[in-house]
């Protein structure tokens, strides 16, 4: 397959064009190596071409250079290509008709570039791709004449050279800026459970747990401006130890039509979302409470529903983004809050 994404950030001071294309080949074969067991393996090459155009200019359209305290003039072009060969291997065993069990092995990457946000010409790279081995271990059952659901998956994730915002030198005051690099190492394993129950007719139960224990395994880079540190102590980012949920759907015939009540909880442990791991930047564990009412009716010859619906209905607020902008501005922001509201959807 082939994709081509031209990305554009422009202000008007500084004009950036990122241009990118991805070629990918792929086969998988299955082979049955007795009734129930099944061995996958599969290879995919993939070859990504980035373009990036960068220009910092003064307020009257000339460029930034020395006459401003630059040491060079700020405009660069730059090319780069990468092939990676990633392969995946996989067996299922079929227990019964109701019990899978699985193993498998994947590489995958997220691919390198440029970094348009760089604070001059010296730092937009190129980055290298990050490179990701998987393996997870798991069971997809059913119970109970299939009214029970149960998943449970292992898994360890192990990223080599990982792409994270550090600083660089620069060849504009104030001579240091944050760019992409690849800079460390991580190791990443847990688990999922995820159970789905109908109990009685129209009712459906399900509920779902992970947990996460993520950690740098090397990460000597400068991430605060302050020079070159060890930071393999510190906490990944956006991987929470604990999440879950727990949820409930009632559906019924309600006069011509059909009902649903619905309700969910949602927990996310605390976690981080600077990669120094700055205060700011921290979010504390939050439960989240949605619910819903819905009417159905096939009339007319469409099909109408209104919703009644509650999201965070405890008026959780907490940050979901953050990012430093030089060494004195730091930007959050945060979900809404409490929201309630109906809307009507016809469909013919």
Do not use: C
Not at 278 to 297: K, Q, R
Not at 313 to 340: C, M, Q, W
């Amino acid at each position: 397959d082939l994709h081509s994404f031209p990305t554009r950030r422009s202000s008007d001071l500084e004009p950036v064009e990122h241009r990118g294309k991805s070629y990918a080949a792929f086969a998988q074969v299955d082979f049955e190596v007795l009734e129930d067991l099944t061995l996958s393996a599969g290879l995919r090459y993939t070859r990504d071409e980035k373009h990036m155009t960068f220009e910092i200019m003064n307020p009257d359209g000339t460029l930034v250079g020395p006459a401003q305290g630059a040491l060079v003039l700020q405009s660069t072009a730059a090319d780069a290509d990468w092939g990676k060969l990633t392969p995946r291997l996989a067996v299922e065993y079929r227990v019964n008709a109701d019990v899978l069990t699985y193993a498998s092995f994947t590489r995958g990457f997220n691919a390198g570039g440029f970094s348009g946000r760089a604070p001059d010409v010296q730092t937009i790279g190129p980055y290298d791709p990050e490179i990701v081995d998987a393996y997870e271990i798991g069971v997809k059952s059913e119970w109970l004449d299939r009214r029970l659901r149960a998943n449970l998956a292992g898994f360890v994730t192990q990223y080599d050279d990982k792409q994270e915002d550090v600083n660089r030198s620069t060849t504009i005051p104030p001579f240091f800026g944050t760019t992409v690099a690849n800079a460390s190492s991580a190791t990443i394993q847990g688990f999922e459970l995820e159970l789905t129950m109908i109990p009685v007719g129209g009712l459906t139960l399900d509920a779902s747990l992970g947990y996460l224990d993520a950690s740098y395994d090397d990460f000597v880079a400068d991430i605060t401006g302050r020079g070159v540190t060890d930071n393999s102590s510190l906490q990944l980012r956006r991987a929470p130890e604990l999440t879950g949920a727990a949820g409930a759907e009632y559906r019924f015939t309600a006069g011509p039509g059909e009902m649903a009540v619905r309700s969910r909880y949602r927990y996310m442990d605390e976690h981080e979302l600077a990669v120094s791991n700055d205060p700011v930047g921290h979010v504390d564990a939050v439960g989240l409470v949605d619910a819903s009412a819905s009417y159905e009716l096939e009339t007319g010859g469409g099909n109408w529903r209104v919703n009644v619906y509650g999201r965070n209905l405890t008026d959780e607020i907490a940050k979901n983004a953050y990012f430093r902008i030089g060494s004195f501005l730091n930007f959050t922001s945060a979900p809404h809050g409490r929201e309630v509201g109906v809307d009507l959807t016809v469909t013919f």
